[in-house]
């Protein structure tokens, strides 16, 4: 009997040369392929009823002990679509880095101390996420502070980006082209709920999104692309959110 790994070598062979005569279309990967390790973490608390103002005003005054150990993306309040929430997004090099973050969060006497030690009484539920950007999606800015944001999350359906990617592009795309909102971030579930895609947007206001919303609804080439992702769609859902004082994204 020949050795296993002789065995291995002739179909590895076979392999690699199915995939080049197959061509660059052929892509099996199912989720995001990214060239570096970063990731977000997305954190969603809920916050109890009678005690969000007194949360946001902890963290406006004490988030500079939580940011001389990594960066932070956004932090939001919800305003319409849920209530007595808040989302932030903090950004890794990769899960070592978040690990040497975390350790050195639960050695910081400041942050453990005049924060979590008072603030962990208001929060009555803790939710985390760990995502990617998707490989043609870079964090995006909002061109003035200002504004509102609206977080949209798509559960689509198993199969990954290799299944829905190129769809749910073109659908981002068409309302991008409308003009009326401005792309910040197309995340990727890696943990949590997988197939998970989180869309950020911003936008001037409430009404102005209304209204440019309901213009390109009316736009034939944003109803094709739509009509063709939902194909893919399971669910969606989508908030409203107000960025707090401490907040990079404003």
């Known amino acids: 009997m020949l050795p296993p790994g002789l065995l291995r070598r002739p179909l590895a062979a076979a392999a690699r040369l199915a995939l080049q005569r197959a061509g660059p279309q052929v892509h099996l990967a199912t989720g995001p392929r990214q060239n570096n390790g970063v990731f977000y973490e997305i954190r969603t608390y809920d916050i109890k009823p009678a005690r ?75 939710h985390n996420e760990v995502a990617y950007l998707v490989p043609w999606c870079q964090l995006g800015k909002p061109p003035k502070e200002g504004g509102v944001y609206e977080w949209v999350t798509f559960q689509m359906k198993p199969g990954g980006p290799a299944l829905w990617g190129e769809a749910f592009r073109a659908a981002i795309n068409a309302h991008i082209n409308t003009g009326y ?70």
């Open 52 to 126: 969000m103002k007194e949360f946001v005003e902890m963290v406006n005054k004490y988030i500079h002990f939580r940011l001389a150990h990594s960066e932070l993306v956004g932090f939001w309040h919800t305003e319409l679509g849920a209530m007595n929430k808040v989302f932030h997004i903090w950004k890794y090099d990769n899960f070592a880095h978040r690990t040497a973050v975390r350790q050195a969060l639960a050695n910081d006497k400041d942050w453990q101390g005049k924060f979590i030690s008072v603030a962990l009484p208001l929060v009555e539920k803790q």
């Open 181 to 250: 909102t401005k792309l910040i971030g197309v995340f990727h579930t890696e943990y949590g709920l997988l197939n998970t895609v989180h869309v950020l947007w911003w936008n001037e206001s409430a009404d102005h999104r209304a209204s440019g919303r309901h213009s390109a609804h009316e736009d034939a080439r944003v109803v094709a692309a739509v009509r063709d992702s939902v194909r893919f769609l399971e669910s969606q859902q989508n908030a409203l959110l107000i960025p707090l004082q401490c907040s990079p994204l404003k």
